[in-house]
């Protein structure tokens, strides 16, 4: 996670104008650790993400509140230098990460899907998070199946963050739902920019 960040922060930083970060599931912590002290970034956008507060992973925040069921379906790949990549069982990937999108679409997604580190999984927030000084949108899928709706209204409150509830939508909620993501996304900019 803290190599993303710096990557992420090197982009801000050649960046002449005010930004708007937005994070999808992990990407939450990404946008959460770049962001801080970064001060063109205006607004943070969380797309049924995680908002860590110090000490905290992603792995623990999905696992704070009951109804995630990602765990079972992950299917682990030991790469060079010990590291393990965890990929969602591609049968399983439509129903888990995105039910409500089509499933033709969803099985093409299942395999061409981009592998987490699972290191990157425990690794906690480590600075100020971003989101205690910046305003802060999260977008929240009531039917996530990876971070339960539970686990993103709980954080995004501690955040003060602006809520967006999509009824029924799934982890995958800016594929299904692309019209409110972006509406969200260009609210943040507006009032922020």
């Known amino acids: ?9 090197s982009v801000i930083d050649d960046i002449d104008g005010p930004v708007v970060l937005v994070g999808h599931s992990y990407a939450g912590n990404v946008i959460t650790e770049a962001a801080s002290g ?8 969380y797309v049924a993400a995680f908002l860590p507060e110090v000490g905290e992973s992603a792995g623990e925040l999905s696992n704070k509140f009951p109804g995630s069921t990602l ?20 049968a399983k990937f ?3 990460f995105a039910a409500d999108v ?25 600075g100020t998070p971003a989101w205690k ?12 199946r ?13 955040a003060h963050a602006r809520v967006t509830t999509v009824k029924g939508a799934s982890h995958l909620v800016l594929a299904s739902q692309p019209e409110k993501t972006t509406s969200v996304i260009e609210k943040a900019a507006r009032e922020n920019g």
Do not use: C, F
């Not at 790949?77 to 590291?83: H, K, N, R």
């Not at 910046?134 to 899928?141: A, N, Q, V």
């Not at 990876?146 to 501690?158: D, V």
């Open 1 to 9: 996670m803290a190599s993303d960040a710096t990557s992420v922060r």
């Open 38 to 45: 970064e001060k063109n970034v205006k607004a943070l956008v």
């Open 71 to 90: 765990a079972p379906t992950l299917h682990q790949v030991a790469v060079a230098g010990g590291g393990t990549d965890l990929y969602i069982d591609q």
């Open 94 to 96: 439509p129903q888990q």
């Open 102 to 126: 089509p499933v033709r679409t969803a099985k093409l997604l299942a395999v061409s899907q981009r592998p987490i580190d699972a290191a990157a999984l425990a690794e906690p927030e480590v």
């Open 133 to 144: 000084t910046i305003p802060s949108y999260s977008i929240i899928p009531t039917a996530d």
């Open 146 to 158: 990876n971070i339960p709706a539970a686990a993103q209204y709980w954080m995004a409150e501690r």
